[in-house]
């Protein structure tokens, strides 16, 4: 399939979602993951449907991923089997990527690649090894995703059920009462300076918090152009289907410990966390385990998921954990409450802009179970490029994808736009093993933000054969041609 039938099918279905649902409760959300998944005995049932939430004090029509008994999303054992009858419960084909497994390639969720769309009322089965733990999600890979085809996949391990820790998910998504058809459009529409400004921020490099990871740093650099962040201006910004207006509290106990299994699931907007008063301790990106690392603040771009472990204190409280966007005062979030706690009401704009993400937590990012040494047998270089005028995005070089099973390949991404672009490779792991030129023996991951400016490795061993996507997890870069294919076969 060439790339741009591929793209073709992005607007498949998107969007246009009938009303008539009755509108879900705010505990249609589990606070916390199952303590006894199913160990894959036998078939679990995954509904795409149509369901009703409440935006800004409006009925917004949106898509979900439940289970028979209402259940948002899967809870599966790791090591077992991924054995799910997929249903299509809406009027509009679509399919779903299990972002973050890495199933046989028929069934990865990717249309005509090489599966067909899902048809309205039908149902597929889907079986192949689950894999390690992880905090992995599912979303559909049409435009779709924008309003609300998405939902938490995760994976536990013996490990997770032993530790004396609270699971809470938390799955942040970026909302518009617009179609998403008529977004992009309105983005490929934006020429002038005019339009530009209506739809995005454009900030400079030197702001603070600003991207010292990157190859710029300080200060604008003189004769470029600003950078963007923000190119679409959202209704609403979502943790687990709320807003701040009326947010998720999750009861949690004085002294407990918590572990937040936190998905990036907007469709154009990135994220740092914010734990407030309390230091976390990070220990997976994407997944993977990583070397601890503690802070209070993380960014997530999209597509990116963060485990991070609390210690809440023995005395108690209410603890907000809240997603400041790029660029913006615009926030959202859960609130952490212990019993009898006061509740403060917390407005969804702050005081100060959410950092602009760089790659600094990126640098020292270790994985506890890194790639075998061995040298590159393919190193590929790509050039990312686009930019808002005409809003064209692509990746040079990005045609000529070709390995041979069991090479190890390696690819360098250069980014040479504006906006930063969250890069996913399907059907693999990853680990990352440059910046900015600088080698390292960085983290395992499925996804990497690439700044402006800027250039990220990666390394992985072609042992999962297909035509694997390797796209911008920023939807409206996708559709708009920011995909390429890593290909071999099984021989």
Not at 55 to 81: H, R, Y
Not at 340 to 362: S, Y
Request: proline share 5%.
């Amino acid at each position: 399939m060439k790339r741009r039938d591929f793209l073709a099918h992005l607007a498949t279905g998107a969007a246009v979602v009938a009303s008539g649902s009755a509108i879900w409760p705010a505990t249609g959300w589990s606070q916390t993951a199952p303590d006894n998944p199913v160990s894959g005995t036998g078939t679990r049932s995954l509904s795409i449907a149509k369901r009703v939430i409440e935006v800004n004090g409006k009925a917004a029509n949106v898509f979900g991923l439940v289970q028979p008994d209402g259940t948002t999303g899967l809870t599966l054992e790791a090591d077992g089997q991924f054995d799910v009858a997929l249903s299509n419960n809406t009027d509009e084909p679509t399919l779903i990527h299990w972002h973050g497994l890495t199933p046989p390639w028929e069934m990865d969720g990717v249309p005509d690649n090489p599966a067909a769309l899902l048809a309205a009322k039908e149902t597929r089965h889907y079986s192949f090894p689950v894999g390690a733990g992880g905090t992995h999600w599912m979303h559909a890979h049409t435009l779709q995703e924008q309003t609300l085809l998405a939902a938490p996949l995760i994976v536990r391990t013996a490990e997770d059920a032993k530790r004396d820790e609270q699971e809470v998910v938390i799955l942040l998504h970026d909302f518009s009462f617009t179609p998403p058809e008529e977004l992009l459009a309105k983005l490929k529409g934006s020429g002038s300076k005019d339009d530009m400004a209506m739809n995005h921020d454009s900030m400079m490099q030197g702001m603070t918090g600003g991207m010292h990871g990157g190859h710029m740093t300080g200060m604008a650099m003189s004769g470029m152009a600003a950078m963007d962040l923000n190119d679409i201006e959202y209704d609403a910004y979502l943790a687990n289907d709320r807003t701040l207006d009326d947010p998720q509290i999750i009861a949690t106990e004085k002294g407990g410990r918590i572990r937040l299994r936190i998905i990036n699931g907007a469709t154009a907007t990135a994220f740092t966390m914010d734990t407030g008063a309390l230091n976390g301790q990070l220990v997976a990106v994407d997944g993977q385990a990583i070397q601890p690392v503690s802070g209070s603040r993380f960014p997530i771009s999209m597509g990116q998921r963060l485990d991070i472990v609390l210690e809440l204190p023995r005395t108690g409280g209410s603890y907000p954990i809240l997603a400041l966007r790029e660029g913006t005062i615009k926030r959202t979030g859960v609130i952490l409450a212990t019993p009898g706690a006061d509740i403060a009401k917390i407005a969804t704009q702050g005081l100060e802009k959410g950092p602009v993400l760089g790659l600094d937590l990126e640098h020292g990012l270790k994985a506890i179970d890194p790639l075998p040494t061995r040298r590159a047998d393919n190193l590929f270089a790509l050039t990312l490029t686009g930019g808002m005028a005409g809003y064209n995005w692509q990746i040079d070089g990005g045609e000529r994808l070709d390995v041979k099973r069991g090479d190890r390949v390696e690819i360098a991404m250069q980014n040479m736009s504006m906006m930063a672009h969250p890069m996913h490779l399907h059907g693999h792991h990853f680990q990352v093993v440059g910046i900015n030129n600088k080698k390292l023996q960085g983290a395992v991951r499925d996804t990497v933000m690439v700044p402006p400016m800027g250039s990220v490795n990666i390394a992985f061993d072609a042992g999962n054969p297909g035509r694997w996507p390797l796209h911008c997890h920023h939807l409206y870069h996708m559709a708009a041609g920011m995909m390429s294919f890593v290909a071999y076969e099984k021989g």
